[in-house]
């Protein structure tokens, strides 16, 4: 079982070394801007690592938008974080699931993941899994409700997406996490990686505040019935630092067996 947790980008494998991490997942521009991300200077030891990589897209990215000024930056923000986390020998670029905003058709929503995934093929594919990950907030989000996000498999599931699952955003956006394995399963029928967090907000609170595992309001066991059933890696996104994702760390090794 590889277990791990985001860290800071600057150093991503001195990070790992400090909470005995299997995998670390981390940004490689502002999560909140468009610029693309650049070569690292460090690219050549995070492939040769034996410490999985994951990268997270930027959360501005949002191909769902009907809005072009947002959605086709983000057609290419998502190529570019793709390509640049491909050369890091990353296993995956996690990606926020999106939204259409208020009074918007969700199916129009899924109309344009599909033509995200149609853009990319169109550019050569894509170098790695793109892992969708479920959100906690919004009425018009893409993969909040799972009833949603059998509508966004049906338009992109053939080209291959990934799974995240953030029992975070799962329990914040309503869903219950009992036997949630098997209902995403049935769907997407894989998940790629587990965002192991606890939340601060309660259950449908639409909140995405994390919190470290057994502060929060999710059964820490729930958490662990999770990553067991699905047999994913996980990463803890989580406060604290080093001393709160290396407790977090241990306590899902110690559980979970891994």
């Keep these: ?17 400090a909470r005995g991490a299997d995998a670390v997942q981390f940004f490689l521009t502002d999560p909140q801007g468009y610029k693309s991300p650049v070569p690292r200077d460090d690219a050549e030891q995070l492939r040769a690592s034996e410490v999985d990589i994951y990268i997270h897209a930027p959360y501005i990215v949002n191909v769902a938008s009907p809005n072009n000024r947002i959605r086709i930056p983000s057609r290419k923000l998502l190529m570019a974080h793709a390509k640049a986390a491909a050369e890091l020998g990353a296993k995956g670029l ?22 995200a995934f149609e853009y990319a093929a169109k550019d ?8 969708i990950e479920n959100t906690a907030g919004g009425d018009n989000a893409c993969a909040r409700r799972f009833d949603d996000l059998a509508r966004l498999w049906d338009a992109v599931g053939e080209f291959g997406a990934g799974f995240c699952l953030d029992t975070c955003h799962a329990f914040a956006g309503g869903e219950d996490l009992t036997g949630i394995v098997d209902r995403v ?48 890696p996980a990463i803890v996104e989580t406060p604290g630092g080093a001393d709160g994702q290396t407790a977090d760390i241990a306590l899902l090794r110690e559980r979970t067996g891994g």
């Design 1 to 17: 079982m590889r277990i791990g947790a985001h860290v800071d980008s600057a150093e991503p494998l001195v990070e790992a070394a």
């Design 94 to 115: 996690i990606v926020h699931g999106g939204h259409v905003g208020s009074g918007a058709d969700l199916a129009d929503g899924f109309a344009n993941w599909r033509k």
């Design 124 to 131: 050569g594919g894509l170098p790695l899994p793109v892992l």
């Design 185 to 232: 399963k049935s769907i997407t029928g894989r998940i790629d990686l587990i965002h192991a967090n606890d939340s601060k907000g309660g259950f449908d609170s639409g909140q995405d505040r994390h919190d470290n595992l057994g502060n929060g309001k999710i059964d820490p066991e729930l958490v662990v019935a999770a990553i067991r059933a699905a047999g994913a």
